[in-house]
């Protein structure tokens, strides 16, 4: 008992965000920082990364299906005091991860050129597109284990270990892309090759330190304990964490879509494009972290059916976000030209990124509602709607006026912006009012005891 006790105290979301907010910054600035310093190599390669950067992201979300599904199970089980189902869980989940990563590899391994040829991009852009597709998604392992190893011990209340692991692999990312694009003592510039496997190496080394905190903290775990797996648990895994991705993963191929209207518009669009989302991810990395720490909340509070405490939390939670993206976007606008100076030297780059910031403060305060609100319906076992939901919004309302706008009536990617905009609004007021009709309460996954 005093060990779920102590799992108990962890279970507080100042000490869970926190280091979830250092955390997905380092995450995401691992991307960040390949755009960044590829700004004084190419605007091709930007651009090439930027394009990359959503099939990246797409397959990061496919191994949220499994982490995500696992944590929710582990969080719930462990608030219900059942810590013998919350291991089994964990042991089933990593199998899935591993097979995932050797399934996902080989798609981005043997598909990646076809399905970037399809965008009909310049030929210096197709070229590192391709390039550092093939690497981040072929040799994605290290990323796959890292995430999950990070989310059973983010389900256990540990959130301060994998922060400071991912401050270490941001390290390694930052020298490595150094020793790619500017190398030391006579070596070959390497580029976006280069910055790709110093993007592979940091996720390994992350995912090694991950194990050896897991074994630090006792938490029960094997490796070959894995390759006797449960039928029910991997398929109860997979009906939270299929639906629980589902959602994002619409998003990102209704952005892919949306990336490729940019496309039509313009190298020096879609470097524009790739820039903005690079600086957005720390409009919404504190929304993110919020919503991560709701989730594990959620999942927890459900377990221990504290339904009414955690309705209240998580409606102060969406509104301290939306006041923070926008505090944070704010304040970039009235920075924007420094800004978009530090990303490029570029004129009518400049220009753009400046007005994108503006329609950003539009965009983000809508994203900062779903990131919170989804991610506490989730833990809490209600995953079907947000994907419905999401799939007609982000199709009906972001693709089809992101072509309406930005294509066919000509306003280009401002208009696009503000298409993408109307989709997280329209997404985020009914999942607001989904959380208050409380459905939510009652789709929990408690099993009984053994």
């Not at 004084?40 to 995500?68: D, K, M, P, R």
């Not at 926008?326 to 978009?340: E, K, N, S």
């Not at 309302?397 to 993408?420: Q, R």
Request: glycine share 8%; net charge positive; proline share 3%.
């Amino acid at each position: 008992m005093s060990k779920i006790v102590s799992i108990a105290q962890r279970m507080n979301i100042k000490t869970l965000v926190w280091p979830i907010f250092v955390e997905q910054l380092m995450r995401m600035s691992l991307m960040s920082i390949d755009v960044f310093m590829l700004t004084q190599y190419s605007q091709a390669a930007v651009a090439a990364v930027g394009l990359t950067g959503h099939f990246i992201f797409f397959l990061i979300l496919s191994y949220n299906i499994v982490s995500s599904g696992g944590a929710v199970l582990i969080g719930q089980h462990l608030g219900a005091n059942k810590p013998e189902h919350a291991q089994q869980y964990s042991q089933n989940s990593l199998l899935m991860s591993l097979a995932s990563s050797i399934i996902i590899g080989l798609l981005f391994f043997l598909g990646s050129p076809t399905f970037i040829h399809s965008f009909n991009l310049a030929a210096d852009v197709e070229k590192f597109a391709i390039q550092y597709s093939i690497i981040l998604g072929g040799l994605s392992i290290g990323m796959s284990l890292s995430i999950m190893f990070s989310s059973i011990l983010r389900a256990y209340g540990y959130t301060k270990s994998p922060m400071v692991i991912q401050l270490i692999a941001g390290l390694i990312n930052l020298i490595g892309n150094y020793f790619a694009l500017y190398p030391p003592f006579g070596l070959p510039q390497t580029a976006v090759v280069g910055v790709a496997f110093a993007t592979i190496a940091s996720q390994i080394i992350s995912a090694i330190m991950c194990w050896f905190v897991i074994k630090h903290h006792k938490i029960p775990l094997s490796f070959r304990a894995i390759f006797k797996p449960d039928l029910i648990k991997l398929k109860k895994i997979l009906k939270i964490g299929l639906p629980n991705a589902g959602e994002s993963i619409s998003y990102n191929m209704a952005q892919i879509t949306i990336m490729f209207f940019v496309a039509q518009l313009g190298t020096v669009a879609l470097a524009a494009a790739a820039i903005v989302q690079t600086i957005a991810r720390f409009m919404f990395v504190f929304s993110l972290s919020l919503g991560n720490g709701a989730q594990i909340l959620s999942s927890f509070y459900v377990g221990q059916r504290r339904y009414a405490e955690l309705k209240l939390k998580v409606h102060k939670y969406w509104m301290l976000g939306v006041i923070v993206s926008f505090t944070v976007t704010l304040g970039m606008i009235i920075a924007r030209d420094p800004i978009a100076a530090i990303f490029s030297n570029h004129e009518q780059t400049k220009q753009l990124i400046s007005l994108l910031l503006i329609v950003s403060l539009f965009l983000e305060s809508g994203r900062a509602i779903n990131l919170i609100v989804i991610a506490a319906l989730k833990g809490a076992g209600d995953v079907f709607f947000p994907v419905k939901i999401g799939i007609l919004a982000m199709w009906g309302i972001g693709v089809f006026w992101a072509y309406t706008l930005g294509i066919y009536w000509a306003w280009g990617l401002v208009g696009i912006w503000i298409a993408i905009g109307l989709d997280e609004w329209s997404r985020g007021i009914i999942m607001i009012m989904r959380w208050r009709g409380e459905k939510w309460t009652k789709m929990g996954q408690i099993e009984a005891p053994q």
